[in-house]
């Protein structure tokens, strides 16, 4: 088997699970990992055995030994940075979201076709057992008809820290970021088209730049409501997932799975871990065979088109200059 040589960009805490599954993965290569500075990125190199450590990202892409790039870098890059890895013709593995607008992913989506490239984008939920669980079951019709969908997530996000603790030099985004995660989710359930969309979004905040507080209504064709919420703002945090159906309330807590109060799933603890080696192991899987991987730039753009909404409702409604962020695709 030929090795495919790979190119990281970035040595946080994502790019670790992004390493950890690709060593797994039978004729992956880790070739090169990109980072800001240079001495992090040396010490990502070591750890993981990359041959090359650089902070040059135009380098890493001339080099024709790169075959895919893997992009954790900051949310507001992903654009850019895709867009040129795949007119450097290389395949591409990018963390959500794809892009900071739907403008920006429908471009690379359509980039991605005309350069015959593949473009997956890290949707990991849909990887794990429990999310393929979750899934299977309402689409199975086991639990009949879905009524709602509540999906929330609450947490403390006053300062530009992630979930490492780690001081970021970029700021996070509760629409077009943690948005895509919730809104990509409901879609991955539900497997129909929605019909409309509503929302809210708080104005910027003085401090970090950016809204800490989020909600948003789908209509299903199938006349299924999910009402999604976020916020930066809760202390302590929650988060939990309710589908109410005709046969009963499937809730989702951690890695168990109720359904009418009896558990149904429970799993084996591999959470993140083991979503994104199986998500890793299907882009390699699309980039070897030349097909189309699961979750693709055109799927990923489905999510930012109903965030797209909800930005542009706003901007409509208050001006944009209570909204606007500082970054553009």
């Known amino acids: ?8 960009v970035g040595y946080g805490g994502i790019a670790v699970f992004h390493a950890a599954a690709l060593r797994q993965i039978e004729g992956v290569q880790l070739h090169t990992v990109v980072g800001r500075r240079p001495e992090p990125t040396a010490a990502f190199a070591r750890e993981w055995d ?3 450590g650089t902070t040059d990202y135009g380098a890493a892409l001339a080099d024709p030994e790169v075959d895919a790039v893997v992009l954790t870098a900051p949310s507001e890059l992903h654009y850019e940075m895709t867009a040129a890895a795949l007119r450097a013709g290389k395949h591409v593995l990018v963390e959500i979201p794809l892009a900071m607008s739907a403008q920006g ?3 690379l989506a359509t980039l991605a076709l005309e350069v015959d490239r593949r473009v997956m984008v890290a949707h990991t939920r849909r ?3 429990g999310g393929r669980f979750v899934r299977d079951f309402l689409t199975s019709g086991k639990a009949g008809k879905v009524h709602q969908h509540h999906s929330y997530s609450f947490w403390l996000r006053h300062e530009n820290v992630g979930w490492t603790g780690y001081q970021r030099s970029w700021v996070d ?3 077009f970021h943690h948005g895509c995660h919730a809104v ?3 879609l991955f359930c539900l497997d129909e088209e929605v019909r409309r969309v509503r929302g809210e979004l708080a104005p910027l905040d003085g401090k970090t730049g950016t809204s800490l507080d989020f909600s948003m209504l789908l209509r299903y064709e199938s006349e299924a409501i999910a009402t999604i919420s976020l916020s930066y703002n809760a202390t302590p945090g929650a988060s939990g997932q309710l589908f109410i159906c005709e046969g009963g309330t499937l ?3 951690g890695a168990q799975v109720r359904f009418g109060g009896e558990v149904v799933f429970e799993g084996a603890g591999g959470g993140l871990k083991e979503g994104v080696l199986e998500q890793n192991r299907e882009f390699v899987a699309a980039v070897r065979q030349g097909r189309k991987p699961a979750c693709d730039a055109g799927d990923a753009v489905r999510s930012l ?5 909800v930005y542009d409702q706003m901007v409509e409604l208050d001006g944009e200059e209570r909204y606007r962020r500082p970054w553009g695709l």
């Open 173 to 175: 985004d509760v629409l």
């Open 305 to 309: 088109e109903l965030l797209q909404e």
């Open 105 to 107: 992913g429908r471009e």
């Open 251 to 253: 809730e989702v807590g």
């Open 50 to 52: 990359f041959s090359v």
């Open 1 to 8: 088997m030929e090795a495919l040589n790979i190119c990281m």
């Open 127 to 129: 990887f794990q057992e």
């Open 184 to 186: 990509d989710f409901s």
